[in-house]
């Protein structure tokens, strides 16, 4: 299942990672100060159902949804970012030792379904005695800014609350078991939530941050956005598996390509994100969120090397193809280096191998139809390997 953060808040996404689900985050763009409503919880429910149904609209295949935000209501009055360090001292005086109800606003929606479920969830926070100097510290880290109520109860501004009545994580971003009760209306179980989304590859941040100079950076993207050009038909969609940083697609953009990413890694997609706004998500290449028949072309760039079973790639890609759509991947990777440093073949064969693709792609009604190369970066003393890049092309029936 393909399940949607629609917030840009830190907090909201590190709680759903620690309760074990990784959540694709779309920013919705929503304007919240030109939102009204007639009390701060409905201020609060309404900006989520709204972050929620603009994340919606740009999506060109099944999700759920979730749609979230806060507001500080104290004297009856909403308090939420207050954006500026005049503004956040001027409530961190207001707030001293009083008591306020921090709102949170969820809304989900279920796309396969068409359910829409808007929930409001409540906490009573209790806030300590400050000092001038507590105060300009605390506006100083910038913290306050940016969050709503100006004031964190998971990060700096922790020890300035001195007692919570009500849902902890609400306070934090989101109620955890409202959204559990939220998911199971829409026939959603959360240990299902593990399952989608706990399998990832080995990237870390740091890995993931150094992965395209540490594999030829633009100019390899390039040359092999220029060979898959070579391959692709003109215009349709174009999902791409493993998109990894996103180099290689954002290349194909700007060739006039429309494409669509998936990763595993949340590290890569970090990255892609950017190259690639409002394009990517994260996705198993076994089980891919796609509808039946709605890809003009996929590719599969270093990635079926990579598998134990490449065999279940193709069934996948066999599925969301058109007929008459292609697939373009590359093959015999680690082949095409030790060639390239004079080596003899391995006697392992790997999941990219030529003969082993031919066979289980005819399986599933895809036939090699066309081949190109295109060069890699040398490595250490060694001759610059070219890497064979093949189409193959789902039958029409």
Same mark, same amino acid.
């Given at each position: ?58 999506? !060109?295949?099944?999700? *759920?949804?979730?749609?979230? =935000? #806060?507001?500080?209501?104290? =004297? %009856? ?21 009083? *008591? ?10 279920? !796309? ?37 109520? #100006? ?5 700096? %501004? ?30 959603? =179980? ?6 989608? &989304?706990?399998?990832?590859? +080995?990237?870390? +941040? ?5 992965? =395209? ?30 998109? %990894? &940083? ?9 060739? %006039? ?12 997609? /970090? ?7 409002? /394009? ?29 079973? #490449? ?18 991947? *590359? ?16 006697? /392992? ?22 081949? &190109? ?10 001759? !610059? ?9 789902? #039958?029409?029936?």
């Amino acid at each position: 299942m393909r399940f949607v953060l629609a917030s840009q808040s830190p907090a909201r996404l590190q709680t759903l990672r620690s309760a074990g689900v990784e959540p694709e985050v779309i920013v919705s763009g929503v304007d919240e100060d030109n939102v009204t409503a007639e009390s701060p919880g409905e201020l609060a429910r309404s900006l989520a159902v709204l972050k929620a149904r603009a994340v919606v609209s740009t999506l !060109t295949d099944h999700a *759920t949804v979730l749609g979230c =935000d #806060s507001v500080l209501e104290i =004297d %009856g009055v909403a308090y939420g970012k207050p954006g500026t360090p005049e503004v956040a001292r001027e409530r961190l005086r207001m707030m001293s030792g009083r *008591t306020g109800v921090l709102h949170t606003g969820h809304c989900l929606f279920d !796309t396969r379904t068409r359910q829409e479920l808007r929930e409001l969830a409540s906490t009573t926070v209790r806030f300590a005695d400050l000092t001038e100097a507590e105060i300009d510290a605390y506006v100083a880290t910038g913290e306050p800014l940016v969050v709503a109520g #100006s004031f964190t109860v998971d990060g700096l %501004g922790g020890p300035f609350v001195t007692g919570i009545e009500g849902d902890y994580h609400n306070v934090v971003g989101l109620s955890l078991p409202l959204v559990r009760r939220m998911l199971a209306e829409v026939g959603i =179980d959360w240990p299902s939530l593990w399952t989608a &989304t706990s399998r990832k590859l +080995e990237y870390d +941040e740091t890995e993931a941050a150094r992965y =395209d100079e540490t594999r030829g950076g633009t100019q390899r993207a390039q040359a092999a956005a220029d060979a898959i050009q070579e391959l692709l038909p003109k215009g349709g969609r174009v999902l791409e598996l493993a998109v %990894g &940083t996103g180099t290689v697609a954002a290349e194909l953009v700007a060739q %006039g390509n429309l494409v669509h990413g998936l990763d595993l890694s949340t590290a890569m997609l /970090h990255h892609a994100r950017v190259r690639l706004p409002g /394009h990517v998500a994260a996705a198993d290449a076994t089980r891919l969120p796609v509808a039946d028949r709605r890809c003009d072309a996929v590719l599969a760039i270093w990635l079926l090397h990579l598998l134990d079973d #490449s065999d279940q790639v193709l069934a996948e890609v066999a599925r969301v193809l058109r007929p008459d759509g292609v697939f373009i991947t *590359t093959t015999e990777k680690r082949e095409s280096t030790r060639y390239a440093a004079g080596r003899t073949p391995d006697n /392992h064969r790997s999941e990219d191998a030529l003969p082993l693709l031919v066979a289980r792609a005819a399986h599933h009604g895809l036939h090699l139809d066309g081949a &190109t190369t295109f060069p890699g970066p040398p490595r250490g003393n060694t001759a !610059t390997p070219l890497y064979p890049l093949i189409r193959f092309r789902r #039958s029409a029936s």
